[in-house]
């Protein structure tokens, strides 16, 4: 491997790491806000989790653009939690309600369904995946069929 090629490789591996981690971040941030009623608003919580040092993972730091999608993702997930909720409860089977899910899948479901049906960057089958991801990381790999399956009708329906 050339040394360009190295470079490359290792800038885009930042860039996906940054972009996954900003959606960890804003999966977090609404899972705070809407589990530990964490006082303030959603701007407080996102700011204080930008401070912290978890920030930095891998030596990689958010950069300017993952920061701002962190940002875009919890604002517009918050903002638009009602609506994306009862969006979600269409997707579920009839005898499920949205609302009594577990809260970290309801904040992996909001978060993934608002980039889904708001950003439209990266394609859809990506996004998907990347909650997928994010649900095991938080160890719920259990419950990546029906996060799938969940998001999957969303794209389709969009």
Known sequence: MSETESITNKIYSKKIIGKRLARVMAVQCLYSINVEHAEGNIDDIIYNLIKTDYAEVGGTNLSA??????????????????????????????????????KLMQAILLVGAYELKFLDKTKNAIVINEYLEIAKIFNHSGEVGFINSVLDRIMNNS
Do not use: C, M, V, Y
């Open 65 to 102: 653009l993952d920061e701002a999608h962190l940002i875009r993702l919890a604002r517009g997930a918050f903002e638009n939690q009602t609506q994306l909720a009862s969006g979600l409860q269409n997707f579920l089977a009839e005898d499920w309600k949205f609302n009594r899910l577990p």
